[in-house]
């Protein structure tokens, strides 16, 4: 009885699939259940600095005659929490935009340097603070057509990561090439590195690889899934390769404008 009940089942799943495919249904199903997954993500994320600050604002007034002094930890903790939620709303914002194509893209006529500059200035000395190593080696001038804030916030994501997961003594490079009819600007670090079956999935909205080691450097996984939202839109490709003997690279490639 149980090998028919299964059979039926799988024959009307088999049908209903066919027909949502006929009437091209299934990428709306998909992407319903992805919409599921991330406002659950989402509520996930935001659920625990709210716990802990709720925590820490109830054990204050436990003790109410106390002197701010003495709650300095708490109020602390309280205000990092804070923080991150801050940070993961604008995140939030920022992805739930492109979403619904609200954010108007600002595209013009652009080179390189007009965009790769600004971005890099701040990290140059953020990266000989903590004792790593900047190489730049920008020699291309293509004429790019791309919105140039959007592109900037790219990089601002991939050099902030390449800042976070390289050790002391690191040494973190960005350089650009041609390939055919494509710019390409590569963000390369000789950090912890990217294994094989997360190289695709670290693009995915909320994913870290492996969240004990990450939770001290204050991520929720969303900057990749915006960059890769970002280069997208510029009808570009992103992905990581390794950088060899260690670390990785994150190869943002732009069409050329002719
Ligand atoms: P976050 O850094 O906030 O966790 P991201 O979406 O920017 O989120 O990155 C997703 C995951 O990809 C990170 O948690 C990390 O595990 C991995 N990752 C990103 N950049 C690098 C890098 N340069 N080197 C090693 N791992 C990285």
Same mark, same amino acid.
């Given at each position: 009885?149980?090998?028919?009940?299964?059979?039926?089942?799988?024959?009307?799943?088999?049908?209903?699939?066919?027909?949502?495919?006929?009437?091209?249904?299934?990428?709306?199903?998909?992407?319903?259940?992805?919409?599921?997954?991330?406002? =659950?993500?989402?509520?996930?994320?935001?659920?625990?600095?709210?716990?802990?600050?709720?925590?820490?604002?109830?054990?204050?007034?436990?003790?109410?005659?106390?002197?701010?002094?003495?709650?300095?930890?708490?109020?602390?903790?309280?205000?990092?929490?804070?923080?991150?939620?801050?940070?993961?709303?604008?995140?939030?914002?920022?992805?739930?935009?492109?979403?619904?194509?609200?954010?108007?893209?600002?595209?013009?006529?652009?080179?390189?340097?007009?965009?790769?500059?600004?971005?890099?200035?701040?990290?140059?000395?953020?990266?000989?603070?903590?004792?790593?190593?900047?190489?730049?080696?920008?020699?291309?001038?293509?004429?790019?057509?791309?919105?140039?804030?959007?592109?900037?916030?790219?990089?601002?994501?991939?050099?902030? =990561?390449?800042?976070?997961?390289?050790?002391?003594?690191?040494?973190?490079?960005?350089?650009?090439?041609?390939?055919?009819?494509?710019?390409?600007?590569?963000?390369?670090?000789?950090?912890?590195?990217?294994?094989?079956?997360?190289? =695709?999935?670290?693009?995915?909205?909320?994913?870290?690889?492996?969240?004990?080691?990450?939770?001290?450097?204050?991520?929720?996984?969303?900057?990749?899934?915006?960059?890769?939202?970002?280069?997208?839109?510029?009808?570009?490709?992103?992905?990581?390769?390794? =950088?060899?003997?260690?670390?990785?690279?994150?190869?943002?490639?732009?069409?050329?404008?002719?």
């Amino acid at each position: 009885i149980l090998i028919v009940t299964f059979f039926i089942f799988w024959i009307i799943a088999l049908v209903i699939s066919y027909f949502l495919a006929k009437i091209n249904m299934l990428p709306i199903v998909k992407s319903w259940k992805q919409q599921t997954e991330f406002v =659950n993500d989402a509520a996930h994320e935001l659920r625990t600095p709210l716990t802990i600050i709720q925590g820490k604002l109830e054990y204050m007034l436990t003790k109410p005659n106390k002197k701010i002094i003495d709650e300095a930890e708490a109020i602390s903790v309280s205000l990092d929490e804070v923080n991150r939620l801050n940070s993961l709303t604008n995140n939030l914002l920022v992805l739930a935009r492109s979403d619904s194509a609200t954010t108007k893209l600002n595209f013009e006529l652009t080179k390189p340097d007009f965009f790769l500059k600004d971005p890099i200035e701040p990290f140059k000395d953020i990266i000989n603070s903590q004792s790593k190593v900047f190489q730049i080696n920008l020699i291309h001038r293509p004429t790019l057509y791309l919105d140039r804030d959007k592109i900037k916030q790219l990089l601002i994501i991939l050099l902030d =990561n390449a800042t976070k997961y390289t050790p002391k003594n690191g040494t973190i490079k960005i350089y650009d090439q041609m390939e055919g009819s494509k710019y390409q600007f590569v963000i390369s670090d000789t950090g912890v590195g990217v294994v094989d079956k997360d190289k =695709n999935k670290i693009f995915d909205r909320f994913y870290r690889v492996d969240k004990s080691r990450n939770t001290n450097s204050g991520g929720h996984g969303l900057g990749l899934a915006i960059a890769k939202q970002i280069v997208t839109v510029h009808k570009g490709h992103i992905y990581v390769r390794n =950088n060899l003997p260690h670390g990785s690279e994150f190869v943002v490639e732009l069409p050329i404008k002719h």
